[in-house]
């Protein structure tokens, strides 16, 4: 279907083992991929192939043209569909020239030994779990990959498969630490997806384990930036508000089928708006501060909710938080912490937290309303989907 200068897109419907092994046939044959989830219900399988238009789906039937397919651009590797954390999801355009970029990045952001072994337990519709294929395709590691998180199985891997490094979100480096699983025997353990709290980073120090928090999106092949430091082929700067833009070959061509969205996503010389707030560290560090469409402003007040949920999270009755801002009549937006207590019969009360944070927080960052929930959503790469806790507009 493909014509000069273009080439097919494979949409992969497969168990992740299996998806892991077309992506590599698809890439050899010079073909482009978009991974969907196989346990999504039909009716968001239908809408993802509608909005990506892959020319192929590739399932356990076997390879189909799709009617209405629109080939991509030839030197196009994935395209890789968001978590749409903060709007509807999109589909986004990774080049093959991407794919290598991240490859040696990595490579020379952590080394690169003869043995490296790269375990996969992310979803590989997510560009955490893709862009493993990607590094070890450039360095050559072996890779396994498995059908889901397992604690046990992660935490053997080292011992049973040989594996040295492994990609994690950080509430299963929490878990696994929880669980007292050996993931020091792995030489790296990459972060990624989401903030990591200090006192999870302190903990997996604690058990030496070498964590490298990764920074990155969907739109630069994932992880670009290693412990604070861009990966060698990305630069980062600052923009107006602290907006982190990013430069480099790992960068997307743009969001498919969409091109204002894609004008919108970069600037007017080329570097990508990343949506995240940062700060440039005095040894010269990145460090994310929050997202730009997260910010509550009370009082007048910036408020960023990050900084509130890490501070929270250091309470000993909470086991999870989530911080947004609601509308206020008073205040223009309160500040309101969704809370996971660790002992549902014993949770904390709003006073207990306010008087908690009191000395780390000033006043305006203090919570002025508790919610105490079942569970923190959260996208599968372990994003807060804060959309979820904001009460509906009112029109």
């Not at 789906?57 to 390879?63: F, P």
């Not at 080394?111 to 790269?118: F, M, N």
């Not at 050559?140 to 891997?157: K, P, Q, S």
């Not at 092949?221 to 907006?243: F, K, Q």
Request: glycine share 10%; proline share 9%; charged share 20%.
């Amino acid at each position: 279907m493909a014509g000069p200068g273009e080439a097919d897109l494979l949409a992969i419907v497969a168990p992740r083992p299996r998806a892991a092994e077309l992506v590599r046939a698809a890439r050899d044959a010079g073909a482009a991929v978009t991974v969907l989830d196989p346990t999504a219900p039909r009716a968001v399988l239908d809408g993802l192939l509608a909005a990506v238009a892959p020319t192929h789906v590739v399932d356990a039937e076997g390879r189909h043209p799709r009617p209405g397919g629109v080939p991509v651009p030839e030197g196009t590797a994935a395209v890789v569909v968001t978590s749409g954390t903060t709007g509807a999801p999109k589909g986004v355009e990774l080049t093959v020239d991407g794919a290598a970029a991240i490859g040696h990045g990595w490579a020379g952001a952590m080394g690169h030994e003869p043995d490296d072994h790269w375990l996969v337990c992310l979803p590989l519709h997510h560009v955490a779990g893709l862009a493993i294929l990607a590094r070890a395709n450039v360095t050559g590691a072996a890779v396994t990959v498995h059908d889901g998180f397992d604690l046990d199985a992660v935490g053997a891997a080292p011992s049973t498969v040989g594996a040295t490094l492994v990609s994690v979100v950080p509430t299963m480096l929490g878990r696994l630490l929880d669980a007292g699983a050996p993931v020091h025997a792995y030489r790296r353990v990459v972060t990624g997806g989401a903030p990591l709290p200090p006192a999870l980073r302190d903990r997996a120090a604690a058990a030496g384990v070498a964590v490298v928090d990764a920074y990155g999106q969907s739109e630069t092949w994932g992880g670009c930036v290693a412990n604070g430091v861009p990966i060698p082929g990305a630069t980062v700067r600052l923009g107006p508000a602290d907006e982190i833009e990013i430069a480099g070959a790992m960068v997307m061509r743009d969001y498919r089928r969409d091109p204002e969205a894609s004008r919108r996503a970069f600037t007017h010389d080329g570097w990508l708006r990343t949506g995240d707030i940062g700060a440039f560290a005095a040894d010269g560090r990145l460090h994310v501060v929050d997202r730009l469409r997260d910010l509550v402003i009370t009082g007048g007040v910036n408020v960023r909710p990050a900084e509130v949920e890490h501070v929270l999270a250091d309470h000993p009755a909470v086991a999870d938080v989530a911080v947004v801002g609601v509308p206020d009549v008073e205040w223009g937006e309160r500040v309101v912490a969704h809370v996971v207590p660790r002992d549902p019969a014993a949770p904390p009360t709003l006073d207990d937290l306010r008087a908690f944070a009191r000395d780390r927080l000033t006043a305006p960052k203090l919570p002025r309303e508790l919610v105490l929930v079942d569970a923190v959503p959260r996208s599968p790469g372990g994003k807060i989907l804060r959309r979820e806790l904001r009460p509906p507009a009112v029109s």
